[in-house]
């Protein structure tokens, strides 16, 4: 294939990705020419589409839930694909069809099989171009690769793929939970009166995500909940707020003590739609395991909202006229 065909194939190919409406994971066996794995959050996250690729993402982290838009350094790179004699054989099959288009004849057939010809019997692997498909920068990287490269046995090419890359596509696949925030009083709160948060759809508290490339290398991130932080919606003369709360939040339980939530101190009657704006943050600290990789990453943070409204409890003292 010519060099400057590789924009317009790779183009083809993002064309023909039919992107679902909902968050999607797969991870097809078979022939490592199809897109073989994919996941992401529509408009929340950049995510992970692999084009040309034969890696594998797996994991309790790849569901679809919430990113944080993390990009691999570089969104395309070459992977081991075939020994020489296997690498001829599929050349030769796809030649059948290529003789078939028009113009297509046996002198521009031979031309194709040439370089596949000439690595037959030697020690090496051809190894091929894939990219991440849905960063924004994939493309133009992609159309600087050759379509396949030989390789000498035991070395890599430039920009073949590394085990630091490897983390960084499980770290761009990683997701974790869209959390709901839960408050006593629920429907409204009061002036002075505690205010107990705590999140509800979180499930596990770990999730992970594992990309391998079959038979040669894997790498696993893990993220755990650490914390949660709490912004009341307005400043420290209107709202007292505690943040002793684990990594979920305390839910209300009758003489528990007040260590997670806000106490409201003026009414949010002043407010735009009457009431305060609470933002919950959830804070996933990111691990590779094993130390695979001595790299490191920033957690994932995943902000979640709830209009708060807080009135005032008023009293009337009425003079007796006994």
Request: proline content about 8%.
């Amino acid at each position: 294939m010519s060099r400057r065909l590789v924009p317009a194939v790779a183009a083809a190919l993002l064309a023909g990705l039919a992107l679902p409406a909902t968050p999607a994971v797969s991870a097809a066996p078979g022939d490592p020419d199809d897109v073989n794995a994919e996941t992401f959050q529509d408009g929340r996250t950049v995510g992970v589409v692999l084009v040309g690729s034969r890696i594998r993402l797996s994991g309790s982290g790849v569901r679809g839930e919430r990113g944080d838009g993390f990009r691999v350094q570089s969104p395309c790179w070459y992977e081991p694909f075939a020994d020489p004699e296997t690498m001829l054989r599929r050349k030769e099959n796809e030649s059948r069809i290529f003789g078939q288009f028009p113009g297509g004849g046996q002198t521009d057939v031979e031309e194709f099989l040439r370089p596949f010809r000439e690595k037959a019997g030697e020690d090496g692997h051809w190894w091929r171009s894939a990219m991440n498909a849905r960063d924004p920068n994939a493309l133009e990287c992609f159309s600087r690769l050759e379509p396949f490269v030989f390789v000498p046995a035991n070395r890599t090419p430039p920009a073949g793929i590394t085990r630091r890359q490897l983390a960084d596509i499980a770290r761009a696949a990683l997701t974790v939970p869209e959390p709901r925030i839960r408050l006593n009083p629920d429907g409204k709160s009061y002036v002075n009166l505690p205010t107990f948060v705590w999140l509800d759809g979180i499930g596990e508290t770990t999730r992970s995500v594992t990309a391998t490339l079959p038979g040669i290398m894997s790498v696993t991130v893990v993220a755990r909940l650490r914390e949660i932080r709490i912004d009341a919606g307005t400043d420290a003369s209107r709202a007292e707020v505690r943040e002793d709360c684990g990594p979920t939040g305390r839910p209300y339980r009758e003489g528990a003590e007040f260590t997670c939530g806000v106490r409201y101190l003026r009414s949010s009657a002043d407010q735009p739609r009457d009431a305060y704006t609470m933002t919950v943050t959830t804070v996933w600290p990111v691990e590779i395991a094993d130390d695979a990789v001595p790299a490191g990453y920033e957690p994932v943070e995943v902000e979640v909202t709830r209009e708060v409204t807080v009135g005032e409890v008023q009293s009337t003292v009425e003079r007796s006229t006994s």
